[in-house]
């Protein structure tokens, strides 16, 4: 074990961009690379999550579920044993191979459509009780989590159950190191957190049974709790996957991220600062702007 350690300690700065370079999209893999799938098989917290939700529902028993971005199955296993039908898409056609040997290793594959598409563009021949769809990043601004949902909601029985529901975004201001070219990136070690220097507050609340994939323009007010430079606002994504049943993010999922304010600004404690914030869901973070 302490070999182990010690490899990860004489590569702490190399790995502080390790989690940015693991969850950027892969277009040669229709995806993230292959590593990230094993991130998030191994994610017993991020996994949870998504079975506290299931199980809140008696894992969908005699239900009619779709599930968008299968994967590797990861979170499919949990409640695809219970249901009555089950739509599983997966636009990654490398996968197909090997969740079609699984659906019939398991026995599955009697009671499942699969099928391999873009949800933003597919239809499906009947309305579901439930649609699952693990297909987040921080603030919804890689990923296509509110397009694919806005897309797929009309197929949602009345009363039926989006999971997750609900996204809360919040940020704070502080100051942290990048190098030139980088923008933005995920926390993997708590070393690599920026110096925070505000109070946190809000941005907005997605509600994915109505989010619409439009600009998010927004303003807010921050304390300034230390004085000195701010260079960075600090972003947090809080998913409410049912009610009782949150995932708060981590290195796998809506990690903790870092991004770089337009440009750096000098404050004193005590002083109310207004931080705008413009950014579009599906795009990159990148493009996000952050300024004060």
């Not at 709790?225 to 009610?243: D, H, R």
Request: charged share 25%; net charge positive; proline share 5%.
């Amino acid at each position: 074990m302490s070999k182990i350690v010690s490899k990860i300690v004489d590569q702490y700065p190399d790995l502080k961009y390790a989690l940015l370079d693991a969850q950027t999209f892969d277009p040669k893999h229709y995806g993230f690379p292959a590593i990230y799938y094993k991130i998030m098989e191994t994610d017993q917290v991020r996994v949870d999550a998504f079975r506290a939700a299931f199980k809140k529902y008696n894992n969908f028993k005699g239900k009619v579920v779709c599930e968008v971005g299968v994967g590797t199955l990861a979170l499919t296993q949990y409640f695809l044993p219970y249901v009555k039908k089950a739509y599983l898409i997966e636009n990654n056609p490398n996968l197909t191979s090997f969740i079609k040997k699984e659906l019939k290793k398991k026995g599955w594959d009697k009671k499942v459509e699969f099928i391999v598409g873009d949800a933003m563009k597919l239809e499906l021949p009947e309305k579901v009780d439930f649609i699952v769809g693990e297909l987040m990043s921080i603030y919804c601004a890689n990923e296509y989590q509110v397009q694919i949902f806005q897309h797929m909601r009309k197929f949602l029985k009345p009363g039926g159950k989006l999971i997750p529901e609900k996204i809360i975004n919040l940020v704070q201001l502080g100051n942290a190191d990048f190098d030139k070219k980088i923008k933005h990136y995920p926390i993997m070690f708590t070393r690599h957190l920026p110096t925070l220097m505000t109070t946190q507050k809000t941005v907005n609340t997605i509600n994915l049974y109505r989010e619409k994939a439009n600009p998010v323009i927004k303003k807010i007010k921050v304390k300034a709790l230390l004085s000195g430079t701010i260079n960075c606002a600090y972003l947090n994504s809080w998913v409410q996957c049912a009610e009782g049943a949150n995932f708060t993010g981590t290195d796998s999922l809506m990690p903790p991220t870092v991004v770089k304010l337009k440009k750096p600004v000098k404050v004193k404690a005590g002083e109310t600062l207004e931080l705008k914030v413009n950014f579009k869901y599906g795009t990159s973070l990148d493009k996000a702007v952050f300024y004060v």
